[in-house]
């Protein structure tokens, strides 16, 4: 669902909305801590900059920075920029004739892509970094980032049908 170019744009800017620092990252220090080749990243972050979610810097303490608050980026709006179009099934994916409506079961498929379209939509890059438990999506084992961001990983099991008091 969700392209290499897609996740590698996603590893990229949660890293930037993670930082303290506000000055502009570079490439090769985002490649290092997102663990992206630094040549395919620097086309990713271009293409990030193109659609005005990031905003590129030339130049001695240049670099890349969210163009925006992260509660104002959504994942929708980053897989928009990387090239991943969340596809909604809209006619039968058989090919067969006659079907001029989807079956039950193609129904229930495209209900639940436009569901997984919404919650991409409806989260920001902000709630990324605020997940439960205090888990980033870039966790490294040691909790460590070549740019001193640390993390806190929860490694507790967790079971859906607990509650939490």
Do not use: W
């Not at 897989?79 to 229930?108: N, W, Y």
């Not at 919650?119 to 888990?135: E, H, M, P, R, W």
């Not at 980032?145 to 008091?165: E, H, K, Q, V, Y």
Request: charged share 20%; aromatic share 4%.
């Amino acid at each position: 669902m969700i392209s290499q170019t897609s996740e590698y744009a996603l590893r990229a800017v949660v890293y930037l909305a993670a930082r303290t620092d506000s000055t502009p990252a570079s490439a090769s220090d985002i490649s290092a801590a997102t663990r992206v080749p630094v040549g395919y990243l620097q086309k990713v972050l271009r293409m990030l900059s193109r659609h005005g979610i990031l905003t590129a810097r030339r130049g001695t303490n240049g670099g890349f920075a969210l163009a925006r608050v992260s509660t104002a980026i959504s994942v929708l709006d980053i897989l928009i920029a990387s090239e991943t179009q969340i596809q909604r099934i809209e006619r039968c994916p058989l090919g067969i004739e006659g079907h001029t409506s989807l079956c039950s079961l193609h129904k229930l498929l495209d209900a639940e892509i436009a569901r997984s379209e919404q919650i991409f939509a409806s989260t920001s890059l902000a709630d990324l970094l605020d997940g439960d438990g205090g888990v980033r999506p870039l966790c490294d084992p040691t909790g460590r980032f070549p740019s001193g961001i640390r993390l806190t990983i929860d490694r507790s099991p967790r079971r859906p049908d607990s509650t939490t008091n």
